[in-house]
């Protein structure tokens, strides 16, 4: 996912209950937005672990910590990414989740 092209907002936003109604419930909208934010906020870490990998060393110093400022900047630039919860609101707003409903439970 290229993190770059979200419009997602960078900070909280307020949204209309009736909006996040699509499903029918609004708590299972949520479940949705919350278990699609996981696979986001999964998928960023794996990324971010991987780009970090280039620069890990067994033998750092402590001067080598300090002056390695392309690791500094990777990680600067996914601070400022909007979160995973905004962007997965943002795409099921949007109508960009796939989701389904599972048959009622047997009782």
């Known amino acids: 996912m290229d993190f770059k092209?979200?419009?997602a907002p960078l900070n909280t936003v307020t949204h209309d209950m009736g909006k996040l109604d699509v499903t029918g419930n609004v708590y299972e909208s949520i479940v949705i937005i919350a278990k699609r934010a996981?696979?986001?906020s999964v998928e960023?870490?794996?990324e971010l672990n991987s780009k970090l990998e280039d620069f890990?060393?067994?033998t750092d110093t402590l001067e080598e910590v300090f002056e390695n400022k392309?690791?500094?900047e990777i990680s600067r630039y996914y601070e400022k990414l909007p979160k995973p919860g905004l962007i997965a609101t943002q795409e099921f707003l949007e109508n960009k989740i796939y989701y389904?409903?599972?048959g009622d439970a047997i009782k």
Do not use: D
């Open 5 to 7: 092209k979200v419009n």
């Open 70 to 72: 392309e690791q500094i």
């Open 44 to 46: 960023m870490k794996q």
């Open 56 to 58: 890990s060393s067994y």
């Open 100 to 102: 389904r409903k599972t």
């Open 38 to 40: 996981n696979q986001i």
